[in-house]
């Protein structure tokens, strides 16, 4: 079975605070995702990684970076937090495919509070 | 503009009968789609899939999906459920390469 890996189940930061939330798989997979999930508004996406070094952003990618040097970990950092980034975030990886039909596994989301 | 919608925030059914959790979708081309499912304070985990062929998909723990091309709709579906499929459901379609948007969601409650 994929496993998908995030560092922190829970984590409570303070505003201004460089935040660090880190994910890793165990197979191999090339894509890699962070979403968060708030209430009503389902996941959504921040940034995704498709290899090595490679990132794109996704839908709401402002007040946060990515970082992907190792292919099994993809990790995003809140630059300067701020209390709208109070949310569950939650990592996934998928197998890259020519016909990109496969699932994504998740990992089991970092709940982050910023005070 | 591509999107999936799930018209219900919350479906409620009682033990043991059928219960049916509604998707559209709108997409330019052939529509991948997937249904995902969150336990408490758990990720996602990934039901069933439509890629081509029929129309009716069976995944994992019983549900399974109609595809409905005429009416863009992709319903998750279980004839009998239990209590312990409650639980958090997600619609998702993929737009282009391996990315892929999600619906709202839609809880459901199965009653003992």
């Known amino acids: 079975d994929v496993k998908v890996t995030q560092s922190s189940r829970y984590l409570v930061k303070r505003t201004g605070e460089k935040v660090f939330l880190e994910c890793v798989q165990d197979m191999d997979h090339e894509n890699m995702f962070w979403y968060r999930q708030d209430p009503g508004l389902g996941l959504r996406l921040i940034y995704f990684?498709?290899?090595?070094?490679?990132?794109e952003k996704g839908d709401i990618p402002e007040g946060y970076s990515v970082s992907r040097e190792k292919k099994e970990r993809f990790s995003l950092i809140l630059e300067s937090a701020s209390t709208n980034q109070t949310s569950m975030y939650l990592c996934?990886?998928?197998?890259?495919?020519?016909?990109?039909?496969?699932?994504?596994?998740f990992g089991d989301g970092t709940r982050l509070s910023i005070l | 503009a591509q999107s999936v919608a799930q018209p219900e925030d919350q479906v409620n059914v009682a033990e043991g009968n059928p219960l049916t959790v509604k998707c559209t979708y709108s997409?330019?081309?052939?529509?991948?789609l997937f249904w995902y499912v969150q336990y408490p304070n758990r990720g996602l985990q990934f039901l069933l899939k439509y890629i081509t062929g029929d129309n009716l998909v069976k995944g994992s723990y019983g549900f399974e999906a109609e595809f409905n091309k005429s009416q863009t709709s992709f319903h998750l579906k279980k004839p009998s459920a239990l209590v312990s499929d409650s639980a958090l459901y997600f619609c998702a379609v993929r737009v282009r390469d391996d990315k892929i948007i999600f619906g709202k969601g839609t809880r459901l409650h199965i009653l003992p």
């Open positions: 996934a990886s998928s197998i890259l495919t020519t016909r990109n039909n496969q699932p994504q596994h």
């Open positions: 997409v330019s081309g052939n529509p991948y």
């Open positions: 990684s498709y290899d090595v070094k490679m990132k």
